[in-house]
């Protein structure tokens, strides 16, 4: 089992920058691609970013290309996603999650554990 908190949400202005972590505990062994999703309400929950096991392959959802960074420290158990330039649209609740392969997905049903969200908002 692992299991996954996410911090570092809130509420930033438009134009502004966020750094979500990632923080993974439990089954502490680091072939686990991770990926961050989002929903915002009334939506479905939809693909923002996802990194490969040992950060060497990383791919984004064409709404993040550009603004946000996925990166990981495995040495600290921990994915991060580095939002910048943030628009209203990207408010939402962000969720990470990890799978035990190598390849990185943009598929959530693929995933097995996920974090229980923190929420960004930016005003506009």
């Known amino acids: 089992q692992v299991q996954l908190v996410e911090s570092g949400g809130g509420l930033v202005q438009a134009g502004g920058s966020l750094r979500l972590s990632c923080a993974a505990s439990?089954?502490?062994?680091?072939?686990?691609?991770m990926g961050w999703f989002r929903q915002a309400p009334g939506k479905e929950r939809e693909f923002v970013a996802a990194i490969s096991w040992n950060g060497g392959s990383t791919t984004y959802a064409d709404s993040a290309k550009g603004r946000f960074t996925i990166s990981r420290d495995n040495a600290k158990n921990t994915g991060y996603l580095q939002m910048n330039s943030l628009k209203p649209e990207d408010t939402a609740v962000y969720f990470c999650a990890a799978r035990y392969t190598v390849a990185v997905s943009t598929t959530a049903r693929l995933y097995d554990y996920w974090g229980q969200g923190t929420q960004v908002t930016v005003s506009s």
């Open positions: 439990g089954r502490t062994s680091s072939n686990y691609a």
